[in-house]
Protein backbone atom coordinates (compact mmCIF):
# COMPACT_ATOMS: atom_id res chain seq x y z
CA UNK A 1 0.00 0.00 0.00
CA UNK A 2 2.84 2.33 1.15
CA UNK A 3 4.91 1.91 -2.18
CA UNK A 4 1.26 2.34 -4.28
CA UNK A 5 0.90 5.44 -2.82
CA UNK A 6 4.53 6.56 -3.04
CA UNK A 7 3.95 6.10 -6.89
CA UNK A 8 0.74 7.65 -7.44
CA UNK A 9 1.34 11.13 -5.27
CA UNK A 10 4.40 12.47 -6.89
CA UNK A 11 6.71 12.48 -4.19
CA UNK A 12 9.13 10.54 -5.19
CA UNK A 13 8.62 12.67 -9.18
CA UNK A 14 9.52 16.11 -6.40
CA UNK A 15 12.21 14.87 -4.55
CA UNK A 16 14.13 14.35 -7.97
CA UNK A 17 14.09 10.75 -7.21
CA UNK A 18 13.78 8.63 -10.78
CA UNK A 19 13.73 11.92 -12.85
CA UNK A 20 14.46 10.75 -16.46
CA UNK A 21 16.18 13.35 -18.89
CA UNK A 22 16.13 16.36 -16.80
CA UNK A 23 19.10 18.01 -19.22
CA UNK A 24 16.47 17.72 -21.86
CA UNK A 25 14.29 19.66 -20.61
CA UNK A 26 14.24 23.56 -20.83
CA UNK A 27 12.03 24.97 -17.49
CA UNK A 28 11.47 28.32 -17.62
CA UNK A 29 12.15 29.61 -14.09
CA UNK A 30 15.00 27.90 -11.81
CA UNK A 31 14.31 28.67 -8.05
CA UNK A 32 17.64 28.84 -5.54
CA UNK A 33 16.47 28.41 -2.06
CA UNK A 34 13.83 26.52 -0.30
CA UNK A 35 12.36 29.32 2.03
CA UNK A 36 9.05 31.16 1.76
CA UNK A 37 10.19 33.07 -0.93
CA UNK A 38 11.32 31.06 -2.97
CA UNK A 39 8.50 28.29 -2.77
CA UNK A 40 5.57 31.36 -2.43
CA UNK A 41 7.52 32.47 -6.59
CA UNK A 42 7.63 28.60 -7.68
CA UNK A 43 3.62 28.32 -6.63
CA UNK A 44 2.90 31.26 -8.01
CA UNK A 45 4.21 31.15 -11.29
CA UNK A 46 3.66 27.40 -11.69
CA UNK A 47 -0.23 28.68 -11.14
CA UNK A 48 0.16 30.77 -14.27
CA UNK A 49 1.48 28.25 -16.53
CA UNK A 50 5.51 28.65 -16.31
CA UNK A 51 7.47 25.30 -15.95
CA UNK A 52 9.66 25.67 -12.27
CA UNK A 53 12.39 23.59 -10.74
CA UNK A 54 13.15 24.70 -7.19
CA UNK A 55 16.53 23.30 -5.61
CA UNK A 56 16.82 23.73 -1.65
CA UNK A 57 20.37 23.06 -0.93
CA UNK A 58 19.18 21.94 2.78
CA UNK A 59 15.77 20.85 4.58
CA UNK A 60 13.04 23.68 3.31
CA UNK A 61 12.46 26.30 5.96
CA UNK A 62 16.02 25.37 6.99
CA UNK A 63 17.63 28.62 7.20
CA UNK A 64 15.71 32.00 8.36
CA UNK A 65 12.46 31.02 7.29
CA UNK A 66 11.88 28.89 10.28
CA UNK A 67 13.57 31.18 12.61
CA UNK A 68 11.31 33.83 12.78
CA UNK A 69 9.21 35.22 15.78
CA UNK A 70 6.05 33.09 13.76
CA UNK A 71 3.85 35.95 13.30
CA UNK A 72 1.70 37.14 10.29
CA UNK A 73 2.19 41.05 11.40
CA UNK A 74 2.12 44.40 9.81
CA UNK A 75 5.54 45.33 12.36
CA UNK A 76 4.24 47.66 14.91
CA UNK A 77 7.80 49.39 15.48
CA UNK A 78 8.37 49.44 12.02
CA UNK A 79 6.11 52.69 12.32
CA UNK A 80 8.96 54.52 13.87
CA UNK A 81 11.15 53.89 11.00
CA UNK A 82 8.62 55.28 8.70
CA UNK A 83 8.00 52.23 6.85
CA UNK A 84 4.69 52.95 5.92
CA UNK A 85 4.77 51.15 2.71
CA UNK A 86 5.94 48.11 3.95
CA UNK A 87 3.15 48.13 7.01
CA UNK A 88 0.03 48.87 4.76
CA UNK A 89 1.27 46.10 2.66
CA UNK A 90 1.97 43.37 5.67
CA UNK A 91 -1.61 44.94 7.57
CA UNK A 92 -3.24 43.64 4.34
CA UNK A 93 -2.20 40.43 3.57
CA UNK A 94 -2.99 39.27 7.35
CA UNK A 95 -6.44 38.39 6.39
CA UNK A 96 -5.33 37.00 2.79
CA UNK A 97 -2.84 34.55 4.55
CA UNK A 98 -5.34 33.71 7.04
CA UNK A 99 -7.98 33.14 4.79
CA UNK A 100 -5.35 31.20 2.54
CA UNK A 101 -4.17 28.92 5.55
CA UNK A 102 -6.46 28.78 8.78
CA UNK A 103 -5.33 25.48 9.68
CA UNK A 104 -1.57 27.08 10.31
CA UNK A 105 -1.98 30.83 10.66
CA UNK A 106 -4.80 32.60 12.81
CA UNK A 107 -5.46 35.65 15.14
CA UNK A 108 -4.07 36.53 18.01
CA UNK A 109 -4.20 39.57 20.51
CA UNK A 110 -1.30 41.45 21.90
CA UNK A 111 -0.86 43.23 25.16
CA UNK A 112 1.22 46.24 25.48
CA UNK A 113 1.43 47.63 28.84
CA UNK A 114 2.08 51.22 29.17
CA UNK A 115 5.46 51.62 30.63
CA UNK A 116 6.00 54.80 31.96
CA UNK A 117 9.65 56.50 31.09
CA UNK A 118 9.19 55.08 27.32
CA UNK A 119 7.08 55.55 24.40
CA UNK A 120 4.32 57.77 25.47
CA UNK A 121 0.53 56.92 25.69
CA UNK A 122 -0.18 59.11 22.99
CA UNK A 123 2.16 57.86 20.71
CA UNK A 124 0.77 54.43 21.16
CA UNK A 125 -2.14 55.50 20.60
CA UNK A 126 -1.22 57.28 17.77
CA UNK A 127 0.59 54.15 16.03
CA UNK A 128 -2.29 51.64 17.22
CA UNK A 129 -4.71 53.95 15.26
CA UNK A 130 -2.49 53.58 12.34
CA UNK A 131 -2.33 49.88 12.79
CA UNK A 132 -5.96 49.99 12.85
CA UNK A 133 -6.97 51.61 9.66
CA UNK A 134 -4.27 51.41 7.11
CA UNK A 135 -4.27 47.99 6.46
CA UNK A 136 -7.98 47.24 5.65
CA UNK A 137 -8.51 45.06 8.88
CA UNK A 138 -12.25 43.81 8.25
CA UNK A 139 -12.36 40.72 10.26
CA UNK A 140 -9.51 40.73 13.21
CA UNK A 141 -11.01 42.91 16.33
CA UNK A 142 -10.09 46.62 16.72
CA UNK A 143 -7.60 47.80 19.84
CA UNK A 144 -8.64 48.63 22.73
CA UNK A 145 -7.70 49.89 26.12
CA UNK A 146 -7.05 47.71 29.37
CA UNK A 147 -7.57 48.61 33.35
CA UNK A 148 -4.44 46.48 33.92
CA UNK A 149 -6.11 46.88 37.57
CA UNK A 150 -8.75 44.88 36.52
CA UNK A 151 -7.84 42.61 33.09
CA UNK A 152 -6.61 39.30 33.55
CA UNK A 153 -3.73 39.90 31.30
CA UNK A 154 -1.78 41.72 34.63
CA UNK A 155 -1.98 38.71 36.66
CA UNK A 156 1.61 37.32 35.30
CA UNK A 157 3.50 40.69 35.34
CA UNK A 158 4.27 43.34 38.42
CA UNK A 159 1.79 45.73 39.49
CA UNK A 160 3.85 48.55 37.83
CA UNK A 161 1.83 48.94 34.44
CA UNK A 162 -1.83 50.50 35.11
CA UNK A 163 -2.85 50.45 31.43
CA UNK A 164 -2.44 48.74 28.78
CA UNK A 165 -3.13 48.36 24.71
CA UNK A 166 -4.49 45.24 22.84
CA UNK A 167 -4.71 44.68 19.23
CA UNK A 168 -4.21 41.86 16.23
CA UNK A 169 -2.23 40.25 14.65
CA UNK A 170 -1.70 36.75 13.52
CA UNK A 171 0.13 33.66 14.42
CA UNK A 172 1.88 31.36 11.65
CA UNK A 173 3.73 27.89 11.75
CA UNK A 174 6.58 29.56 9.81
CA UNK A 175 8.15 25.78 8.95
CA UNK A 176 4.68 24.26 8.01
CA UNK A 177 3.97 27.27 6.16
CA UNK A 178 7.15 27.05 3.15
CA UNK A 179 6.30 23.17 3.12
CA UNK A 180 2.35 23.85 2.03
CA UNK A 181 3.75 26.36 -0.20
CA UNK A 182 6.09 23.66 -1.65
CA UNK A 183 3.70 20.97 -1.97
CA UNK A 184 1.08 22.96 -3.50
CA UNK A 185 3.82 24.33 -6.00
CA UNK A 186 4.33 20.25 -6.89
CA UNK A 187 0.80 19.50 -6.92
CA UNK A 188 0.94 22.04 -9.74
CA UNK A 189 3.50 20.74 -11.81
CA UNK A 190 6.89 22.26 -9.81
CA UNK A 191 9.76 20.30 -9.59
CA UNK A 192 11.08 20.79 -5.88
CA UNK A 193 14.36 18.98 -5.26
CA UNK A 194 15.31 19.44 -1.87
CA UNK A 195 19.12 18.35 -0.43
CA UNK A 196 20.12 19.58 -3.74
CA UNK A 197 23.50 22.62 -4.01
CA UNK A 198 23.12 24.39 -7.42
CA UNK A 199 27.10 24.43 -7.40
CA UNK A 200 27.72 26.09 -10.60
CA UNK A 201 25.81 28.11 -13.50
CA UNK A 202 26.69 29.99 -16.53
CA UNK A 203 24.60 31.30 -19.16
CA UNK A 204 24.29 31.64 -23.07
CA UNK A 205 21.56 34.23 -24.77
CA UNK A 206 18.88 32.12 -24.45
CA UNK A 207 19.38 29.82 -21.17
CA UNK A 208 21.18 29.14 -17.98
CA UNK A 209 22.49 25.55 -17.70
CA UNK A 210 23.21 24.54 -13.83
CA UNK A 211 24.85 21.98 -12.23
CA UNK A 212 23.11 20.17 -9.58
CA UNK A 213 24.78 18.04 -6.71
CA UNK A 214 22.44 15.54 -4.47
CA UNK A 215 23.44 16.04 -1.10
CA UNK A 216 22.56 12.78 -0.37
CA UNK A 217 24.24 10.66 -3.00
CA UNK A 218 26.72 13.16 -4.44
CA UNK A 219 25.68 12.44 -7.71
CA UNK A 220 25.79 15.58 -9.94
CA UNK A 221 23.63 16.51 -12.77
CA UNK A 222 22.85 19.39 -15.02
CA UNK A 223 19.10 21.85 -15.56
CA UNK A 224 18.50 24.35 -18.17
CA UNK A 225 16.18 26.88 -17.71
CA UNK A 226 15.22 30.22 -19.19
CA UNK A 227 15.52 32.42 -16.51
CA UNK A 228 16.79 32.09 -13.05
CA UNK A 229 15.42 33.48 -9.30
CA UNK A 230 18.08 33.83 -6.73
CA UNK A 231 15.77 33.62 -3.14
CA UNK A 232 18.71 31.68 -1.05
CA UNK A 233 18.17 34.31 1.59
CA UNK A 234 21.26 34.53 3.69
CA UNK A 235 23.15 32.95 0.56
CA UNK A 236 21.93 35.44 -1.82
CA UNK A 237 25.25 37.32 -2.39
CA UNK A 238 27.09 33.78 -2.24
CA UNK A 239 25.13 32.54 -4.62
CA UNK A 240 26.15 35.76 -6.90
CA UNK A 241 29.95 35.26 -6.49
CA UNK A 242 30.52 31.27 -6.12
CA UNK A 243 27.58 30.31 -8.25
CA UNK A 244 27.14 32.93 -10.88
CA UNK A 245 30.50 34.53 -10.79
CA UNK A 246 29.42 37.48 -10.09
CA UNK A 247 32.63 40.03 -8.59
CA UNK A 248 31.98 40.51 -5.11
CA UNK A 249 28.04 41.04 -3.90
CA UNK A 250 27.55 43.00 -0.83
CA UNK A 251 23.70 43.45 -1.09
CA UNK A 252 22.64 42.32 2.55
CA UNK A 253 22.95 42.89 5.69
CA UNK A 254 23.21 39.72 7.84
CA UNK A 255 21.14 40.17 11.48
CA UNK A 256 20.64 37.60 14.16
CA UNK A 257 17.28 36.95 15.81
CA UNK A 258 17.03 34.44 18.39
CA UNK A 259 14.44 32.95 20.75
CA UNK A 260 14.49 30.95 23.52
CA UNK A 261 11.28 28.94 24.76
CA UNK A 262 10.92 28.70 28.11
CA UNK A 263 8.26 26.38 30.37
CA UNK A 264 4.91 28.26 30.33
CA UNK A 265 4.66 31.92 32.17
CA UNK A 266 1.05 32.52 31.70
CA UNK A 267 -2.71 30.89 30.82
CA UNK A 268 -3.66 33.90 29.03
CA UNK A 269 -3.99 33.05 25.51
CA UNK A 270 -2.83 36.85 24.77
CA UNK A 271 0.69 37.94 23.96
CA UNK A 272 2.82 39.98 25.34
CA UNK A 273 4.47 43.48 23.31
CA UNK A 274 7.35 44.21 25.82
CA UNK A 275 9.13 47.50 25.49
CA UNK A 276 13.22 47.79 26.30
CA UNK A 277 14.49 50.70 27.97
CA UNK A 278 16.90 50.52 24.84
CA UNK A 279 14.59 51.23 22.47
CA UNK A 280 14.53 47.40 21.19
CA UNK A 281 10.94 45.56 21.66
CA UNK A 282 10.59 41.79 22.55
CA UNK A 283 7.44 39.26 22.50
CA UNK A 284 6.20 36.94 24.39
CA UNK A 285 3.86 34.61 22.91
CA UNK A 286 1.92 31.25 24.19
CA UNK A 287 3.64 28.61 22.34
CA UNK A 288 3.05 24.73 21.85
CA UNK A 289 0.46 24.45 24.90
CA UNK A 290 3.07 24.03 27.51
CA UNK A 291 5.63 26.66 26.67
CA UNK A 292 6.01 30.37 25.82
CA UNK A 293 8.25 31.90 23.22
CA UNK A 294 10.39 35.22 23.98
CA UNK A 295 12.10 37.14 21.62
CA UNK A 296 13.75 38.80 19.48
CA UNK A 297 16.69 40.00 19.41
CA UNK A 298 18.67 41.83 16.39
CA UNK A 299 22.60 41.52 16.30
CA UNK A 300 24.67 41.91 12.96
CA UNK A 301 25.92 38.73 11.98
CA UNK A 302 29.31 37.63 10.26
CA UNK A 303 29.74 34.00 10.38
CA UNK A 304 28.34 31.47 8.14
CA UNK A 305 24.92 31.90 8.38
CA UNK A 306 24.60 27.60 8.81
CA UNK A 307 26.17 28.24 11.80
CA UNK A 308 24.41 30.85 13.85
CA UNK A 309 23.20 29.80 17.24
CA UNK A 310 22.25 31.99 20.52
CA UNK A 311 24.83 33.71 22.05
CA UNK A 312 25.15 33.59 25.92
CA UNK A 313 24.67 37.09 26.08
CA UNK A 314 21.26 37.22 23.93
CA UNK A 315 20.23 34.67 26.57
CA UNK A 316 20.85 36.99 29.47
CA UNK A 317 19.24 39.91 27.49
CA UNK A 318 16.37 38.06 26.67
CA UNK A 319 15.95 36.47 30.57
CA UNK A 320 16.56 40.18 31.47
CA UNK A 321 13.69 42.10 29.11
CA UNK A 322 11.23 39.51 29.92
CA UNK A 323 12.21 39.56 33.94
CA UNK A 324 11.93 43.24 33.95
CA UNK A 325 8.05 42.59 33.43
CA UNK A 326 7.23 38.62 34.83
CA UNK A 327 6.23 39.01 38.24
CA UNK A 328 8.27 35.46 38.47
CA UNK A 329 12.03 36.17 36.71
CA UNK A 330 12.71 34.44 33.71
CA UNK A 331 16.08 32.52 34.50
CA UNK A 332 18.82 30.92 32.29
CA UNK A 333 17.64 27.64 33.81
CA UNK A 334 13.93 27.64 32.72
CA UNK A 335 15.25 27.70 29.15
CA UNK A 336 14.40 24.65 26.78
CA UNK A 337 14.94 25.17 23.89
CA UNK A 338 16.69 28.07 21.65
CA UNK A 339 16.71 29.06 17.87
CA UNK A 340 18.69 31.79 15.81
CA UNK A 341 17.72 32.83 12.31
CA UNK A 342 19.82 35.26 10.26
CA UNK A 343 17.97 37.92 8.55
CA UNK A 344 19.20 38.95 5.14
CA UNK A 345 18.05 42.47 4.74
CA UNK A 346 18.96 45.01 2.39
CA UNK A 347 21.68 46.85 3.37
CA UNK A 348 20.12 50.79 3.47
CA UNK A 349 22.91 51.76 5.31
CA UNK A 350 21.18 51.51 8.95
CA UNK A 351 23.37 52.19 11.72
CA UNK A 352 21.45 49.86 13.92
CA UNK A 353 20.90 45.91 13.42
CA UNK A 354 17.47 46.90 14.30
CA UNK A 355 16.75 50.01 12.01
CA UNK A 356 17.79 47.88 9.07
CA UNK A 357 14.65 47.68 6.42
CA UNK A 358 12.58 44.59 6.84
CA UNK A 359 11.18 45.96 3.32
CA UNK A 360 12.26 43.47 0.23
CA UNK A 361 14.06 44.75 -3.11
CA UNK A 362 13.83 42.90 -5.92
CA UNK A 363 16.52 43.46 -9.03
CA UNK A 364 17.25 42.28 -12.08
CA UNK A 365 20.26 40.97 -13.64
CA UNK A 366 19.74 41.47 -17.70
CA UNK A 367 22.98 41.31 -19.65
CA UNK A 368 22.24 42.21 -22.76
CA UNK A 369 22.29 38.92 -25.09
CA UNK A 370 22.34 36.60 -21.79
CA UNK A 371 19.53 35.22 -19.85
CA UNK A 372 17.93 36.73 -17.02
CA UNK A 373 18.70 36.70 -13.16
CA UNK A 374 16.49 37.63 -10.90
CA UNK A 375 17.69 38.67 -6.78
CA UNK A 376 15.58 38.87 -3.63
CA UNK A 377 17.18 41.17 -1.23
CA UNK A 378 15.39 41.24 2.04
CA UNK A 379 11.86 40.39 3.04
CA UNK A 380 9.55 39.34 5.45
CA UNK A 381 7.25 36.24 5.85
CA UNK A 382 4.38 38.13 6.05
CA UNK A 383 5.13 39.77 2.72
CA UNK A 384 6.43 36.78 0.83
CA UNK A 385 3.17 36.43 -1.46
CA UNK A 386 3.10 40.01 -2.37
CA UNK A 387 7.03 39.45 -3.36
CA UNK A 388 6.12 36.59 -5.44
CA UNK A 389 3.78 38.82 -7.34
CA UNK A 390 6.26 41.78 -7.95
CA UNK A 391 8.36 39.09 -8.63
CA UNK A 392 5.91 37.17 -11.22
CA UNK A 393 5.78 41.10 -12.59
CA UNK A 394 9.72 40.86 -13.60
CA UNK A 395 9.66 37.43 -15.01
CA UNK A 396 6.85 37.85 -16.80
CA UNK A 397 8.56 41.20 -18.56
CA UNK A 398 11.41 38.82 -19.83
CA UNK A 399 9.29 35.60 -20.55
CA UNK A 400 6.09 37.25 -21.31
CA UNK A 401 2.72 36.91 -19.86
CA UNK A 402 0.88 33.43 -18.72
CA UNK A 403 -1.64 33.79 -16.39
CA UNK A 404 -3.29 36.23 -14.44
CA UNK A 405 -2.51 36.73 -10.49
CA UNK A 406 -4.18 33.95 -8.42
CA UNK A 407 -2.64 33.22 -5.34
CA UNK A 408 -5.15 36.13 -2.80
CA UNK A 409 -7.99 33.64 -3.24
CA UNK A 410 -5.53 30.53 -3.38
CA UNK A 411 -6.28 28.15 -0.62
CA UNK A 412 -2.58 26.17 0.84
CA UNK A 413 -3.09 22.39 1.03
CA UNK A 414 -5.45 21.54 3.92
CA UNK A 415 -6.67 24.89 4.25
CA UNK A 416 -9.86 24.61 2.15
CA UNK A 417 -12.44 25.73 4.60
CA UNK A 418 -13.39 29.01 5.95
CA UNK A 419 -11.36 31.12 7.86
CA UNK A 420 -13.36 31.21 11.22
CA UNK A 421 -14.58 27.72 11.17
CA UNK A 422 -11.57 25.76 12.75
CA UNK A 423 -13.64 24.30 15.69
CA UNK A 424 -16.18 23.43 13.62
CA UNK A 425 -14.21 21.49 11.27
CA UNK A 426 -11.97 19.93 13.70
CA UNK A 427 -15.09 18.54 15.37
CA UNK A 428 -16.14 16.81 12.22
CA UNK A 429 -12.36 15.35 12.11
CA UNK A 430 -13.18 13.78 15.89
CA UNK A 431 -16.28 12.38 14.83
CA UNK A 432 -14.54 10.56 12.48
CA UNK A 433 -11.70 9.37 14.17
CA UNK A 434 -12.82 8.89 17.75
CA UNK A 435 -10.11 6.96 18.82
CA UNK A 436 -8.01 10.24 19.05
CA UNK A 437 -7.55 12.09 22.08
CA UNK A 438 -8.96 16.09 21.85
CA UNK A 439 -4.87 17.17 22.09
CA UNK A 440 -4.39 14.87 19.51
CA UNK A 441 -6.58 15.36 17.16
CA UNK A 442 -6.27 19.29 17.55
CA UNK A 443 -2.32 19.25 16.67
CA UNK A 444 -2.82 17.23 13.57
CA UNK A 445 -5.61 19.17 12.26
CA UNK A 446 -3.53 22.65 13.11
CA UNK A 447 -0.33 21.32 11.07
CA UNK A 448 -2.34 19.74 8.76
CA UNK A 449 -5.76 21.04 8.56
CA UNK A 450 -8.35 18.91 5.91
CA UNK A 451 -4.99 16.77 5.19
CA UNK A 452 -5.09 15.31 8.27
CA UNK A 453 -7.49 12.71 6.62
CA UNK A 454 -5.34 12.07 4.31
CA UNK A 455 -2.50 10.70 7.25
CA UNK A 456 -5.06 8.87 9.03
CA UNK A 457 -6.46 7.27 5.93
CA UNK A 458 -8.66 4.43 7.00
CA UNK A 459 -7.65 3.68 10.76
CA UNK A 460 -10.24 2.72 13.14
CA UNK A 461 -7.87 2.44 16.05
CA UNK A 462 -4.49 4.18 17.59
CA UNK A 463 -2.52 0.91 16.38
CA UNK A 464 -3.74 1.32 12.98
CA UNK A 465 -1.41 4.79 13.33
CA UNK A 466 1.68 2.22 13.18
CA UNK A 467 4.66 2.54 15.69
CA UNK A 468 4.54 5.48 18.68
CA UNK A 469 8.22 7.19 18.47
CA UNK A 470 6.90 9.33 21.73
CA UNK A 471 4.25 11.57 22.77
CA UNK A 472 1.86 11.44 20.00
CA UNK A 473 3.97 11.22 17.50
CA UNK A 474 3.27 7.91 15.14
CA UNK A 475 4.39 5.87 12.08
CA UNK A 476 1.62 6.78 10.18
CA UNK A 477 2.19 10.85 10.21
CA UNK A 478 5.95 10.20 9.57
CA UNK A 479 5.50 8.18 6.92
CA UNK A 480 3.19 11.25 5.62
CA UNK A 481 6.05 13.66 5.76
CA UNK A 482 8.19 11.40 4.10
CA UNK A 483 6.01 11.14 1.28
CA UNK A 484 4.49 14.37 0.98
CA UNK A 485 6.43 17.01 2.67
CA UNK A 486 10.45 16.20 1.99
CA UNK A 487 11.26 15.12 5.35
CA UNK A 488 14.63 13.30 5.49
CA UNK A 489 16.04 13.19 8.71
CA UNK A 490 14.34 13.38 12.84
CA UNK A 491 15.27 16.88 12.59
CA UNK A 492 12.99 17.59 9.83
CA UNK A 493 10.23 16.27 11.13
CA UNK A 494 11.25 16.84 14.84
CA UNK A 495 11.82 20.69 14.46
CA UNK A 496 10.42 21.89 11.20
CA UNK A 497 7.30 19.51 10.20
CA UNK A 498 6.10 19.29 14.35
CA UNK A 499 8.06 20.73 17.64
CA UNK A 500 8.15 17.11 18.88
CA UNK A 501 11.32 17.59 19.32
CA UNK A 502 9.94 19.73 22.55
CA UNK A 503 8.96 16.61 23.91
CA UNK A 504 10.87 13.20 22.51
CA UNK A 505 13.55 12.06 24.89
CA UNK A 506 17.58 11.46 22.85
CA UNK A 507 16.72 8.24 22.67
CA UNK A 508 13.27 8.40 21.25
CA UNK A 509 14.43 10.95 18.57
CA UNK A 510 17.51 8.60 17.79
CA UNK A 511 14.83 5.93 17.00
CA UNK A 512 12.95 8.27 14.89
CA UNK A 513 16.07 8.99 13.05
CA UNK A 514 16.98 5.42 12.35
CA UNK A 515 13.83 4.98 11.12
CA UNK A 516 13.72 7.81 8.71
CA UNK A 517 16.56 6.57 7.35
CA UNK A 518 15.82 3.26 6.58
CA UNK A 519 12.24 4.77 5.30
CA UNK A 520 14.04 7.23 3.00
CA UNK A 521 16.82 5.06 1.69
CA UNK A 522 13.65 2.54 0.39
CA UNK A 523 12.17 5.08 -1.09
CA UNK A 524 15.62 6.19 -3.30
CA UNK A 525 15.76 2.35 -4.14
CA UNK A 526 12.01 2.22 -5.13
CA UNK A 527 12.35 4.83 -7.26
CA UNK A 528 15.41 3.87 -8.85
CA UNK A 529 14.09 0.58 -10.07
Not at 62 to 71: E, I
Not at 168 to 183: K, Q
Not at 287 to 315: C, R
Not at 470 to 498: F, K, N, P
Amino acid sequence: MYVSQLRTNGALRNHGWGLPGLAEQIYDIFVIGGGINGCGIARDAVGRGFSVFLAEMNDLASGTSSGSTKLIHGGLRYLEYYEFRLVRESLMEREVLWANAPHIIWPMRFVLPHHAGLRPAWLLRLGLFLYDHIGGRKKLPATRTLDMTRDPAAKPLKSLYTRAFEYSDCWVNDARFVALNARDAADRGAVVRTRTRVVSARRDAETWTLTLKDGLTGETEEVRARLVVNAAGPWVDEVLTGVVGANDAHNVRLVQGSHIVVRKKFDDPRAYFFQNTDGRIIFAIPYEQDFTLIGTTDQDYHGNPAEVKISDAEIDYLCAAASEYFVEPVKREHVVWTYSGVRPLYDDGASKAQEATRDYVLKADAVEGKAPLLNIFGGKITTYRRLSEHMLEKIEAFLGKRGQPWTAAGKLPGGDFAATAFDAELQKLKTDYPFLDATHARRLFRLYGTKARTLLGKATSIEDLGKNFGSDLYEAEVRYQIAHEWAVTAQDVLWRRTKKGLHLTADEAAALDRFMEDAVDRRRRLAAE
